[in-house]
């Protein structure tokens, strides 16, 4: 079994900075790709920043400059630190991850989700 926690997200007004964190657990072997992506109400799930074990890190042109994702190998997490928030940026992000466990299954793996609301 493999978990993925989120933490972090919370109400800040426009302009105000939050870091989530995303925790995996588990059988896990190995982790490949670890991604964020959001859901705003009505709207489609999309990718937000994407981090592989190696390589160099996405951005959606939407938050460029303002988001960093960086990631812990030895701790299996990955963060978002979010800067220069609007109220945009309010969404539900997800994190999901690319995991090959130790029975040889390899899949993708979801968070719960966190809610980010941007507001004043």
């Known amino acids: 079994q493999v978990q993925l926690v989120e933490s972090g997200g919370g109400l800040v007004q426009p302009g105000g900075s939050l870091r989530l964190s995303c925790a995996a657990s588990?059988?896990?072997?190995?982790?490949?790709?670890m991604t964020w992506y959001r859901q705003a109400p009505g709207k489609q799930r999309d990718l937000v920043a994407a981090?592989?074990?190696?390589?160099?890190?996405h951005y959606a042109d939407s938050v460029k400059g303002r988001f960093t994702i960086s990631r812990e190998k030895d701790k299996n997490t990955v963060f978002l630190q979010m800067n220069s928030l609007k109220p945009e940026d309010t969404a539900v992000y997800y994190c999901?991850?690319?995991?090959?466990?130790?029975?040889?299954?390899?899949?993708?793996?979801w968070g719960q989700g966190t809610q980010v609301t941007v507001s004043s």
């Open positions: 999901n991850a690319d995991i090959s466990t130790m029975s040889g299954v390899r899949g993708d793996y």
């Open positions: 588990g059988s896990i072997f190995r982790i490949n790709t």
């Open positions: 981090i592989p074990s190696g390589g160099s890190t």
